[in-house]
């Protein structure tokens, strides 16, 4: 039977939303978080094997340090302690945003091999998640056959959430696909009203318009932008003759690239949809994540083979450089970019994550036209708002929900 634990600080000013929280596993947790970016392990799972009783009194101690404000503090706190502790957990998902979108640029900067990089990344991240499964002693596969093929369709959509948003990064700029990608909350909410019978509402409408106008502004689509992609030739032929590997700036594959990019999106908010229902089931957080990372594993291993023996890429030059170490390295962030996103997602509401995350859009912003030959056009800049716009209403409107939910749950508490 399921349990609610709930923590309150006389003392602290009443925030149900930090200083209420549920501690059985709530379908809100990890939803708007994509795989990129995901927490390996829930932190629910580090808890020690104990009696209910025991696991119970645990549990409030644990959430009453994390959640409770002023609970260890006297009550003339100041404000200024109040304010950063209130921001610990925006500051973790801003932090764990930006690392990965950090580290994929420095990559694409030294010229090497997304999947190559990345080999070194899921090496690891599987060989961590391989010894907590082995120490949990969980089943790789659970469930009925439908809940098992829900697995397998939800690490697949995983898997090629990754892959497409690397495979699209070598033909669009950052920005272009950091937009495309946060586009996936809309999606998401859209997935989640089809599938989970979710209520349609005006900010979400809202949201929507001003999503599809964003992506409008980035895509520029030649039926509607052919006379400024004519004046913009000029510049294209300079990044050209700067960079002739440069494949951002070939028209032919900037659509290919808008699509995977796209289709990035897609297949991440699909993924959330199904992990939301997995989570909810109860399913651990870790085993979700060693499938994608197994998967994701198999698919570069075999990538590299073909690089390797079939397209024979290293046969003039060696794969092992200063550059692909470096690389190698930087694609380990990811990996602490995931620990800090967990720290978040303990410390603060998951619309507020995402809503915080999509900031990462003007980091992109930032390091494309400060570092980069292409640089971003007003369009580009123009959709990108709008998007981090539509992200806003949509976190703002869940955050809003849920307050009122537990609000209601805190004056009619269970029996």
């Not at 939303?17 to 596993?25: A, G, H, P, Y």
């Not at 962030?333 to 619309?351: D, G, N």
């Amino acid at each position: 039977m399921k349990q609610d634990v709930y923590v309150k600080d006389e003392n602290a000013p009443v925030d149900p939303i930090l200083t209420s929280r549920k501690v059985s596993i709530n379908e809100n947790i990890i939803q708007g978080i994509d795989p990129l970016i995901e927490p390996l392990i829930d932190a629910d799972e580090l808890e020690v094997n104990e009696n209910n009783d025991g696991k119970l009194n645990n549990l409030e101690r644990k959430f009453s340090s994390i959640l409770s404000i002023h609970s260890h503090r006297p009550n003339e706190t100041n404000s200024f302690s109040q304010t950063t502790h209130r921001c610990k957990g925006m500051f973790y998902a801003l932090l764990g945003s930006s690392l990965f979108t950090c580290s994929g640029f420095i990559i694409k900067q030294l010229r090497v091999d997304f999947f190559d990089a990345l080999l070194c990344r899921f090496i690891v991240q599987t060989f961590i998640l391989s010894l907590f499964i082995i120490y949990k002693r969980y089943k790789i596969l659970r469930g009925s056959f439908n809940l098992i093929l829900l697995q397998i369709i939800r690490t697949i959509l995983a898997s090629s959430g990754l892959f497409l948003f690397f495979l699209s990064y070598r033909y669009i700029p950052l920005p272009d696909l950091t937009t495309f990608r946060y586009t996936q909350v809309i999606w998401t909410t859209i997935l989640a009203m089809i599938i989970l019978h979710e209520r349609i509402s005006i900010p979400i409408v809202l949201a929507t318009i001003l999503t599809l106008i964003g992506v409008v502004c980035v895509a520029q689509p030649t039926f509607l932008f052919g006379n400024y992609q004519q004046l913009s030739d000029i510049n294209e032929t300079i990044n050209n003759n700067l960079n002739n590997i440069n494949l951002e700036s070939n028209k032919s594959y900037r659509f290919l690239g808008l699509c995977l990019a796209l289709a990035c999106a897609l297949a991440i908010s699909a993924n959330i949809v199904l992990n939301k229902k997995l989570l909810v089931l109860k399913f651990p957080q870790s085993i979700l994540m060693f499938h994608f990372s197994f998967l994701s594993l198999s698919i570069l291993i075999i990538n590299h083979i073909r690089n390797r023996f079939i397209l024979h890429k290293y046969s003039n030059h060696s794969m092992f450089t200063w550059q692909f170490f470096l690389a190698a390295f930087v694609s380990l962030i990811q990996l602490f970019s995931s620990t800090v996103t967990q720290k978040a997602i303990k410390l603060e509401h998951p619309s507020i994550i995402s809503v915080v995350q999509s900031s990462d859009i003007l980091f992109a912003i930032i390091l494309q036209n400060l570092v980069a030959n292409e640089k971003s056009n007003w369009l580009v800049i123009l959709g990108s708002i709008l998007v981090t716009t539509s992200i806003l209403l949509v976190g703002i409107h869940k955050f809003w929900n849920d307050r009122n939910k537990l609000l209601q749950e805190m004056n009619n508490p269970k029996v």
